[in-house]
């Protein structure tokens, strides 16, 4: 190689060091995050989730509900009758619920007041993990914040991440709000039209759930669980059959909780014989069969059982507090 093409090699790779030494270590990326794909802009149309036929089909397979009686009463859950501290009650069945519960994530300001943003649900029936029994998650936001929607977990954690939003806190309670497929209605007696469900954000979806009890029904948990009560169906003599109306342990509180649970709809089911003899229209009330300890549990049984079985199945059956209202 001549002079001049070694001077050449010695000018490129004197710029080459120079531009090397220009460098910073400093990464090409901000390391502090400036925005999400996956949080949606405030007034953003979240899609109904009428529009994914499969997840209204996976709701629909997995909520609970008697699909033969929704359909003959053209979707309206209706009520059933049963009895709870020597009075009738009614009640709505949607059916096996797990002794768990799922979380919801409810939005608050510095004061602890809800801001205007639906509830998110991280489930939907047929997802793992599922229950209608919601445990109460405050998230508090932030100065940051200004209205965006929130409508899935992952948009949940990257608002945290961008400080719209501080990590979710437990609140120590929980609601019963069975998600429902669409068109789904309940009836509430008092003659008035069925009652349509509330919206929630579920996985990017705008999906519909009951919230039974209003007040009443935010309950607080029990050495840190969802307090699960017992409902017996009797059966008399030798019928072979059990009668539809269940006994609940638990009453229709009469007002809020204080610090203790005064109520569950998750009810243990008892198969309960009657002694010979005993009318199944005389019992009124848990008492009626059961002898019970401060903590609920059974230990005796009065003389209008004959025998009786805990089963496995645990129901969830919310009680109507009020007449033509949830």
Not at 51 to 72: C, F, M, N, T, W
Not at 200 to 211: E, K, L, Q, S
């Amino acid at each position: 190689m001549g002079a001049a093409a070694s001077r050449v090699v010695v000018v490129v790779v004197a710029v080459v060091v120079a531009l090397a030494g220009a460098c910073t270590l400093d990464p090409l990326v901000a390391d502090d995050p400036g925005a999400s794909i996956h949080i949606l802009p405030p007034g953003a149309e979240v899609p109904r989730v009428d529009e994914d036929p499969e997840l209204v089909y996976q709701i629909s397979v997995h909520d609970g509900l008697d699909d033969r009686a929704l359909d003959e009463a053209m979707g309206v859950v209706a009520r059933k009758a049963g009895v709870a501290g020597g009075q009738p009650v009614m009640y709505w069945s949607f059916g096996p619920a797990p002794r768990t519960g799922a979380p919801v994530y409810v939005l608050v300001d510095g004061d602890g007041n809800r801001v205007d943003h639906p509830y998110l649900f991280d489930t939907m029936p047929g997802d793992p993990g599922y229950s209608p029994i919601r445990r109460i998650q405050h998230v508090r936001i932030t100065a940051a914040y200004g209205g965006e929607r929130l409508t899935t977990m992952r948009a949940l954690e990257d608002a945290v991440e961008l400080g719209l939003i501080e990590e979710p806190e437990p609140a120590g309670t929980w609601f019963n709000a069975p998600v429902v497929p669409p068109g789904t209605t309940l009836d509430v007696g008092l003659g008035k039209p069925p009652v349509p469900p509330s919206e929630v954000y579920a996985g990017g979806h705008r999906v519909d759930t009951f919230i039974f009890g209003a007040e009443r029904g935010v309950q607080p948990l029990r050495f840190g669980a969802v307090l699960t009560g017992q409902a017996s169906v009797l059966r008399e003599g030798m019928v072979v059959t059990f009668l539809a109306a269940p006994v609940f342990q638990y009453a229709t509180p009469a007002a809020p909780p204080a610090m203790s649970p005064n109520y569950t709809p998750l009810c243990t089911r008892l198969e309960v014989v009657l002694a010979p003899g005993v009318d199944a229209d005389t019992i009124a009330g848990d008492s009626d069969l059961f002898t019970r300890s401060s903590s609920g549990a059974i230990t005796a049984i009065t003389a209008n059982v004959a025998s009786f079985e805990v089963t496995e199945r645990i129901e969830n059956w919310p009680m109507q507090f009020v007449e033509g209202e949830l």
